[in-house]
């Protein structure tokens, strides 16, 4: 299947700036969006394992992102889009069982939640890193903090878990952290237990981009909200599978809303990275 998305692919090269989102948050129009496309679950489907099996394999992770990135040529090379390892390290409940993504969740039989072992994503990092385009940037997703708040800790308890997994997978190599909340609302207190969280990815050099619902509502600071629609603020925009993105659209990345993974058949994914 590698083989054949390969003889399919786009002609020509093509350099991802990887100036392009820092010069966004200085709030600087980019020349154009990087495009991020999810397809870490899907990818299993090359290797026909369900999505939780290829997950847990890292070197055959490695070896097919790698060969993705080589014949599909994203410019942000998304290594995991929501599995919630960090999660499960950090000791909460994750249930495959409705198919992924999976669910997380806190059983009160359980400690409360705190940062676990980043050790199996950031080898995962390295080793793609080591055989990918050397103008991929590579990406991963971590859960935010109000993830944790459900196993009982506080806020700012929660935002350093996130903080401890956001130093780690960037200094691995991951330039783009998208950070997932699946919280209606915007809790109390977010915008200032977040601060240190944009402000350490600032400094090991990477970006962060909030996948929640209210993204656009916090106050500007160095990271991307990642919304379905336009806002005057830097952003990027999520597009569901196999849409594309509109030609005007002055995002500064673009990605999917969602993995590709039970979406867009294997067989199509050629088309819809090209589409988005």
Same mark, same amino acid.
């Given at each position: 299947?590698? &083989?054949?998305?390969?003889?399919?692919?786009?002609?020509g090269? +093509?350099?991802?700036d990887?100036? =392009?989102?820092?010069?966004?948050?200085?709030?600087y129009?980019?020349?154009?969006?990087?495009r991020a496309?999810?397809?870490?679950?899907?990818?299993?489907?090359?290797?026909?394992l369900? =999505?939780q099996?290829?997950?847990?394999?890292?070197? &055959?992770?490695a070896?097919?992102?790698?060969?993705? =990135? @080589?014949?599909?040529?994203?410019?942000?090379?998304?290594?995991?889009?929501?599995?919630?390892?960090?999660?499960? /390290?950090?000791?909460?409940?994750?249930?495959?069982?409705?198919?992924y993504?999976?669910?997380?969740?806190?059983?009160s039989?359980s400690?409360?939640?705190?940062?676990?072992?980043?050790?199996?994503?950031?080898?995962?990092?390295?080793?793609?890193?080591?055989?990918? %385009?050397? !103008?991929?940037?590579?990406a $991963? $997703?971590?859960?935010?903090?109000?993830?944790?708040t459900?196993?009982?800790a !506080?806020?700012?308890?929660?935002?350093?878990? $996130?903080?401890?997994?956001?130093?780690?997978?960037?200094?691995?190599?991951?330039?783009?952290?998208?950070?997932r909340?699946?919280?209606?609302?915007?809790?109390?207190?977010?915008?200032? =237990?977040? $601060?240190?969280?944009?402000?350490?990815l600032?400094?090991? +050099? /990477?970006?962060?981009?909030?996948?929640?619902?209210?993204?656009?509502?916090?106050? &500007?600071g160095?990271?991307?909200?990642?919304?379905? !629609?336009?806002?005057?603020? %830097?952003?990027?925009?999520a597009?569901?599978p196999?849409?594309?993105? %509109?030609?005007?659209? +002055?995002?500064?990345?673009?990605?999917h809303?969602?993995?590709?993974?039970g @979406?867009?058949?294997?067989?199509?994914?050629?088309?819809?990275?090209?589409?988005?």
């Amino acid at each position: 299947m590698v &083989r054949l998305l390969a003889r399919r692919r786009r002609d020509g090269p +093509r350099h991802a700036d990887v100036t =392009a989102l820092d010069d966004a948050l200085a709030g600087y129009r980019v020349d154009r969006p990087l495009r991020a496309p999810l397809f870490a679950a899907l990818a299993a489907q090359v290797e026909e394992l369900d =999505a939780q099996e290829f997950m847990g394999d890292l070197g &055959r992770r490695a070896r097919i992102y790698a060969d993705l =990135a @080589r014949s599909l040529r994203p410019d942000v090379l998304v290594v995991d889009s929501g599995s919630g390892w960090d999660a499960e /390290a950090a000791g909460m409940d994750v249930d495959w069982s409705r198919g992924y993504p999976p669910s997380i969740g806190w059983s009160s039989a359980s400690p409360r939640p705190s940062a676990g072992d980043p050790g199996p994503m950031v080898d995962l990092l390295r080793r793609v890193r080591a055989v990918v %385009p050397e !103008s991929t940037l590579l990406a $991963t $997703t971590i859960c935010g903090p109000a993830t944790y708040t459900v196993g009982q800790a !506080s806020l700012a308890d929660a935002a350093r878990i $996130t903080i401890a997994y956001a130093r780690a997978v960037a200094e691995a190599g991951a330039y783009v952290v998208f950070v997932r909340e699946s919280e209606a609302e915007l809790p109390d207190g977010y915008d200032r =237990a977040v $601060t240190p969280l944009w402000g350490t990815l600032k400094f090991v +050099r /990477a970006v962060g981009v909030l996948r929640a619902p209210w993204a656009a509502e916090l106050l &500007r600071g160095p990271f991307l909200p990642c919304v379905t !629609s336009h806002v005057e603020v %830097p952003h990027a925009l999520a597009v569901a599978p196999g849409e594309a993105a %509109p030609a005007d659209t +002055r995002a500064a990345l673009i990605t999917h809303t969602e993995d590709l993974a039970g @979406r867009v058949p294997v067989r199509q994914l050629q088309g819809a990275v090209a589409r988005l």
